[in-house]
């Protein structure tokens, strides 16, 4: 497809388990972000991927998150021993260098229960 | 430190009545903003930025660097409008977003 393509859509997991969420970029997109969107508390910064430098995890909330993108390409987000407090929607952006306007996907909706 | 602000969580108005939302920023370089609007079971989208200097959907806003903001303007809201929309600052090759805000416009 076109457009940044994220799965899964939905994920429900039980306090304690590690999470997977993927990220498909735009083709030729060397720019990658991640977002975690939670109610009221607008969109938060997580980690920026740019080419084969290293990400920027700044925004990673606790050393039980962590990122990889490989090949310049797809991305995974891991979040390990989730508790109740990461539910939210996990969104991925992706754009040319030097951002732009940066294109989203639908996000995945976390939800630990 | 918080870089965008919108002091306004929910914005109630009637179709063909003014909007306004509100954006502040703190940013000591030269600032580049935009503002994102996400509809129902829709994903966030560009609405505009303001190197462009454009119109969209009847929308513009304005940078104000005497008073960091980036107020985003409808002289006649529709009904379509209703969504959510965030300001958001480029830095650092970085993109902060405010809370947002929850625009409803009734008829």
């Known amino acids: 497809g076109a457009g940044v393509s994220q799965s899964p859509s939905n994920k429900v997991t039980e306090k304690g388990k590690d999470v997977e969420l993927r990220c498909d970029p735009i083709s030729g997109h060397t720019a990658l972000y991640w977002y975690r969107q939670s109610l009221g508390q607008g969109l938060e910064f997580l980690i920026y991927?740019?080419?084969?430098?290293?990400?920027?995890k700044s925004g990673l909330p606790s050393d039980r998150f962590s990122a990889e993108r490989t090949g310049g390409s797809v991305s995974t987000l891991t979040i390990q021993r989730t508790q109740q407090e990461d539910s939210a929607v996990y969104l991925c952006?992706?754009?040319?260098?030097?951002?732009?306007?940066?294109?989203f996907g639908q996000g995945t909706r976390l939800t630990v229960v | 430190a918080q870089r965008v602000t919108q002091p306004e969580k929910l914005l109630s108005v009637f179709k063909g009545a003014p909007v306004e939302l509100k954006c502040n920023y703190s940013?000591?370089?030269?600032?580049?903003l935009f503002w994102y609007v996400q509809y129902s079971r829709q994903r966030l989208q560009l609405l505009l930025r303001?190197?462009s200097r454009e119109s969209i959907k009847g929308f513009t806003a304005d940078l104000n660097k005497g008073e960091t903001s980036f107020h985003l303007k409808k002289p006649f809201a529709q009904e379509e409008d209703s969504a959510m929309y965030y300001c958001a600052l480029s830095h650092d090759y970085k993109l902060s977003f405010g809370a947002g805000t929850t625009v409803t416009v009734r008829a």
């Open positions: 952006a992706s754009s040319l260098p030097g951002i732009g306007e940066a294109f």
């Open positions: 940013y000591s370089g030269s600032p580049e």
């Open positions: 303001h190197i």
């Open positions: 991927f740019q080419g084969n430098s290293a990400p920027d």
